[in-house]
Structure formats: C-alpha cells, structure tokens
C-alpha cells in the first residue's frame, strides 16, 4: 500500500515555473514506477512524464518535453515534477501515481493516486 501527497501547485504567470513534490509514504516506494498526469477542466485525464523504479529511464509526453523534469529521491520517498516555461495550457490538477517497473503512460499502468494539485498559468 503506498499513499501519496502531492504539493507546490498555485498561480504563475505564463513563461514561469513551479516544482511539484510527491511524497509517498510505504517502505517500498523504491520498487514503484511513479508518474505524473494531469487533467484540464472538461478533458480527460492525461500522462505528462515518468521515471522507472531507480530513476534511471524518465518519459515525457510529447508537449511537455524539453521543459518540465521528472525525478526522484528513493531515500526520501519522494518524486518531483520540475515545470519550466510554463503556458496557459498546462493548467490543469496534476496527480502523482504509483505503479510497477513496467508504469509509464498509460493511466491503468498504475495502482495508487494522491489526491492532485491545482496549476493555473495565466496568460
């Protein structure tokens, strides 16, 4: 059983950045894949990156790569999510994951979610 808290969204002007934490409680956070969605309003809920039990693989969804970052710290049970040059259009809830090695884009990859973080970028 792992439980997740995510932290670090709020308000930023379009061009700015925020970093997302997760932190997840349970012993054996080092043997979970963890990822990160997001969900707009009145959109489905969408992958936007993932990082592999040792944090030596990351995946990113197309719109997001080359400015946000995922990682982790295995000692201190935690992921985070670096966003850089932030646009109106990744305002959205953003949610942690927990899932096995293989979790990376998919939603049904993953067994355990926090309960999500408000982004807004104005324009």
């Known amino acids: 059983q792992v439980q997740l808290v995510e932290s670090g969204g709020g308000l930023v002007q379009a061009g700015g950045s925020l970093r997302l934490s997760c932190a997840a409680s349970g012993r054996t956070f080092s043997s979970y894949g963890m990822g990160w969605f997001r969900q707009a309003p009145g959109k489905e809920r969408e992958f936007v990156a993932a990082?592999?039990?040792?944090?030596?693989?990351?995946y990113y969804a197309d719109s997001v790569k080359g400015r946000f970052t995922i990682s982790r710290d295995n000692a201190k049970n935690m992921v985070y999510l670096q966003m850089n040059s932030l646009k109106p259009e990744d305002t959205a809830v953003y949610y942690c994951?927990?899932?096995?090695?293989?979790?990376?884009?998919?939603?049904?990859?993953?067994?355990?979610w926090g309960q999500g973080t408000q982004v807004t970028v104005s324009s």
């Open positions: 994951a927990a899932g096995g090695y293989g979790a990376v884009g998919s939603m049904y990859d993953y067994d355990y």
């Open positions: 990082i592999s039990w040792s944090g030596g693989s990351t």
